[in-house]
C-alpha cells in the first residue's frame, strides 16, 4: 500500500468510526496557510478537530509517536483559524486517531483531548 492510499484509507477508517460514534463530520482535509485539519466534527455541543495518522509499518514508531510538539502547535493554530474564519465561539478539543494497517486488518486507536491547548 502507498503512502497516499495508507493516509486516504486511514482517513476514511476514522471517518466511518466517528460517524458510527455520534459525530457529524463538519469538513475534511480542511487548509489554513500553514497546516491541515484532517477532519472536523461535532459531537453535541463540541467542535472536535481530528488528526488521523495511519501507518503500515511500526519500523518508524506508533502513529501516535509521529504526532511531535511542532504540529501539535500547528493544529492548535489551524484550529483557531477554522473557529475565527466560521465565527464559531464554544467548546472545541483537538483528538487523534492512529490506524495501524497490518496485512489485511488494522487497529484504531483514539485519544479525545489528545493535544493540549496550554
Known amino acids: 500500500m502507498s503512502r497516499i492510499s495508507t493516509g486516504q484509507n486511514g482517513e476514511a477508517i476514522a471517518r466511518k468510526y466517528l460517524e458510527k460514534n ?6 475534511a482535509n480542511w487548509r489554513s496557510k500553514n497546516a491541515e485539519l484532517d ?7 463540541e467542535i472536535v478537530f481530528v488528526e488521523v495518522r495511519a501507518k503500515s509499518t511500526d519500523a ?14 500547528k493544529l492548535i493554530s489551524a484550529a483557531q483559524s477554522y473557529l475565527a474564519e466560521n465565527k464559531i465561539d464554544g ?6 486517531i492512529g490506524i495501524q494497517f497490518t496485512g489485511n486488518t488494522h487497529q484504531l486507536e483514539h485519544i479525545p483531548y489528545a493535544v493540549s491547548l496550554e
Open 39 to 45: 477532519l472536523i466534527a461535532r459531537k453535541g455541543r
Open 91 to 96: 467548546d472545541w478539543r483537538i483528538d487523534f
Open 60 to 73: 518508524f514508531g506508533t502513529p501516535a509517536e509521529s504526532v511531535t510538539r511542532h504540529k501539535q502547535r
Open 22 to 27: 455520534g459525530y457529524r463530520i463538519l469538513a
